[in-house]
């Protein structure tokens, strides 16, 4: 059955959020982040867009571009709120979710009964009656090309890219929108004459290849439809991240468990790396002899990822646990679990 999938993308999120809270900003260009001259833009409204200003951009150019634009630190917590706000009407209308960023998501609707543009329309309602913001979706039958589609008429756009339109509808689009080929492979594509998805698809995957290595075949495929990475939906089990372990023979001795907590630290790290996420909450857990359970909790205000601070953490907790009786099951898990890519972003505009 041909899968039918949703790219959800918020318009200029941060700016939009800016302009929602301030009415004063409405209409005119703001541009979050780049408040010092060595930052550079997070976000700017459709407003400041004209001016030439867009993300990454360094802040002195920016401020050069548009000396009259509201610049604005960012307000993370805010945005991640709206972003709680946003993502939670999309649970409720589809449990198969994938979370990619602060505003942006990608939606398994293939079992709904609903049409997906009917979902669509009904996502893009709620969230401009609820929250007050505006919003883009891409529709069609991979990620791939969802993706695109959502770009496609920003902002407040939704678009649709069913398998007839293939390969037609990409051949007029520059190879710049193919997600996945960065800046250097499109120059070096420019300079042999390929500047359109048109262009592109008259080679073959072996040239693609030869040309830009391993990737180029996934390039090849994803510009004839082809992509098969599945929507991964998080179920729940992105609000914690544990592990434990049943001992072979009861403990009584502290330093023989910090072994185990130096492992564990070691691989919930790795998990966390994996999933692009930090910690906040760091829990131990131990079940004597008698099998009565344990735990103890730290919060921490700067979200930890490495091992070694989990470890550290870990070990303070169990400095105050009163060890009365062996041991025979001991544990670290940890929760209040963040978007690695929201809080760099905070270190970004505090740089
Ligand atoms: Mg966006």
Not at 2 to 8: A, G, Q, T
Not at 178 to 198: C, M, P, Q, Y
Not at 210 to 239: C, Q
Not at 297 to 309: A, F, G, H, L, R
Request: net charge neutral; with cysteine.
């Amino acid at each position: 059955m041909e899968r039918k999938i949703l790219h959800v993308d918020m318009d200029a999120f941060f700016a939009s959020v800016e302009q929602l809270d301030h009415p004063e900003y409405r209409g005119k260009p703001v541009i979050v982040g780049g408040v010092s001259d060595r930052g550079v833009v997070s976000t700017c409204s459709y407003e400041a867009r004209k001016y030439g200003i867009h993300s990454a951009q360094p802040a002195y150019l920016a401020r050069k571009l548009c000396p009259n634009g509201i610049f604005v630190h960012g307000n993370h917590k805010r945005y991640s709120e709206v972003s709680k706000a946003v993502f939670k009407i999309l649970y409720e209308v589809c449990d198969q979710v994938q979370v990619v960023s602060i505003d942006e998501a990608y939606l398994d609707v293939s079992s709904l009964y609903y049409s997906p543009m009917y979902i669509a329309k009904y996502i893009k309602k709620r969230v401009k009656d609820e929250i007050g913001l505006t919003l883009s979706v891409g529709i069609s039958y991979n990620k791939f090309l969802a993706k695109l589609a959502s770009d496609w008429n920003k902002p407040d756009g939704i678009k649709w890219i069913t398998k007839e339109m293939m390969p037609d509808i990409l051949k007029p689009l520059s190879i710049r929108k193919v997600h996945g080929l960065g800046a250097k492979s499109v120059e070096k594509l420019n300079k042999i004459g390929i500047f359109t998805i048109g262009d592109l698809l008259g080679y073959d995957q072996y040239f693609l290849e030869s040309f830009l290595g391993k990737y180029g075949i996934e390039i090849y495929e994803r510009i004839h439809g082809i992509d098969m990475r599945p929507v991964e939906a998080e179920s729940g089990e992105r609000k914690s991240i544990g592990t434990e372990t049943t001992l072979s023979k009861d403990l009584e001795d502290k330093e023989e468990i910090k072994k185990y907590f130096l492992e564990f630290s070691n691989k919930i790290s790795d998990t966390l790396k994996t999933k692009q996420m930090v910690a906040k909450t760091i829990t131990i857990k131990m079940k004597t002899c008698q099998f009565d359970s344990h735990s103890r909790s730290k919060t921490v205000n700067i979200p930890v990822v490495e091992s070694e601070d989990l470890y550290h953490i870990a070990c303070e907790l169990l400095k105050e646990y009163d060890l009365r009786l062996p041991v025979r099951l001991v544990g670290i898990s940890v929760s209040n679990l963040e978007d690695l890519n929201s809080v760099q972003l905070s270190f970004f505009d505090n740089f």
